[in-house]
C-alpha cells in the first residue's frame, strides 16, 4: 500500500503543478504569436519593400517640379 501524503506534501504538488500549468499556457501563447508573426510577415515584407519605392518616387517628383 502506498505512503499517504500530507498536506504539506499535497500543497507543494499543486504549486508546483500550477506552476508547471503557468508554464505551459506560457509557451502556447509564444507559439500562436509565433504563427501569427510568420503569416503575417509576407504582408509586412511587401510593405517594407513598397515603402523605400513610394520615397524614390516622391523625391524624383519633387526634383522634375523644379
Do not use: C
Amino acid at each position: 500500500m502506498p505512503k499517504q501524503k500530507t498536506i504539506p506534501e499535497l500543497k507543494a504538488e499543486i504549486a508546483a503543478s500550477e506552476r508547471q500549468l503557468a508554464q505551459l499556457r506560457h509557451k502556447q501563447q509564444q507559439l500562436e504569436n509565433r504563427r501569427s508573426y510568420y503569416e503575417k510577415g509576407d504582408r509586412r515584407k511587401r510593405a517594407h519593400r513598397l515603402i523605400p519605392v513610394e520615397l524614390l518616387l516622391r523625391a524624383w517628383l519633387r526634383l522634375q517640379r523644379f
